[in-house]
């Protein structure tokens, strides 16, 4: 019996992360192939730009999460106007009546496209920023103990026991913040 035995699943890992699917943002950077001064992995924090603002013409008829980059824009298609008819049956104006309002909201709505494409990439930047730093941390924090590895290559041997899906070859790296960079 180890004492400390193999570890056989990467899923028993205490952090692991995919370089392959990193996102591909500017302030992502894998370099795989680079010589020895040159960093595997940069990452910097992103600039996390805002939804543009909705003009005051329609912002009324959106429904909330329009300034989430994940979703889409929803409208309201007919509000009430606080009038009755002869009938005494509410009043509805629908959204399409203003030729105006429906040309501000298609222009802004291209605007918000462009946007959110930015904005989900900058966001998975910031998620891989942010567990590179909790990484950081971790290490800092358990001094020594733990270390840091890259692996290349990857066996999936299934077996009745569990098997071993982890990779082949592991090499010891370090992680470094520089605060001077944003």
């Given at each position: 019996?180890?004492?400390y035995?193999?570890?056989?699943?990467?899923?028993?890992?205490?952090f692991?992360m995919?370089?392959?699917?990193?996102?591909?943002?500017?302030?992502?950077?894998?370099?795989?192939?680079g010589?020895y001064?040159?960093p595997?992995?940069?990452a910097?924090?992103?600039?996390l730009i805002?939804?543009p603002?909705?003009?005051?013409?329609?912002?009324?008829?959106?429904?909330?999460?329009?300034?989430?980059?994940?979703?889409d824009?929803l409208?309201?298609?007919?509000?009430?106007?606080?009038?009755?008819?002869?009938?005494g049956?509410?009043?509805?104006?629908?959204?399409?009546?203003?030729?105006?309002?429906?040309?501000?909201?298609?222009?802004?709505?291209?605007?918000r496209?462009?946007?959110?494409?930015?904005?989900?990439?900058a966001?998975?930047?910031q998620?891989?920023?942010?567990?590179?730093y909790?990484?950081?941390?971790?290490?800092e924090?358990?001094?020594?103990?733990?270390?840091?590895?890259?692996?290349?290559?990857?066996?999936?041997?299934?077996?009745?026991?569990?098997?071993?899906?982890?990779?082949?070859?592991?090499?010891?790296?370090?992680?470094l913040?520089?605060?001077?960079?944003?």
């Amino acid at each position: 019996q180890q004492k400390y035995p193999a570890i056989r699943q990467i899923s028993e890992q205490p952090f692991s992360m995919q370089l392959s699917s990193l996102p591909d943002h500017e302030t992502v950077r894998y370099t795989p192939e680079g010589d020895y001064d040159t960093p595997l992995l940069e990452a910097r924090r992103p600039r996390l730009i805002p939804c543009p603002k909705p003009k005051a013409e329609f912002i009324s008829w959106m429904n909330t999460g329009w300034d989430i980059a994940s979703r889409d824009v929803l409208l309201i298609e007919k509000k009430p106007t606080g009038h009755s008819d002869e009938n005494g049956d509410e009043i509805y104006e629908e959204f399409t009546k203003d030729e105006e309002r429906v040309r501000l909201f298609e222009e802004w709505k291209a605007r918000r496209v462009v946007w959110a494409e930015e904005r989900v990439r900058a966001e998975a930047a910031q998620r891989v920023f942010e567990l590179l730093y909790e990484q950081l941390a971790c290490l800092e924090k358990e001094g020594g103990q733990v270390e840091l590895a890259v692996g290349d290559g990857f066996l999936n041997w299934r077996v009745q026991s569990g098997g071993i899906a982890h990779p082949l070859l592991s090499k010891r790296v370090e992680l470094l913040f520089d605060e001077k960079i944003p």
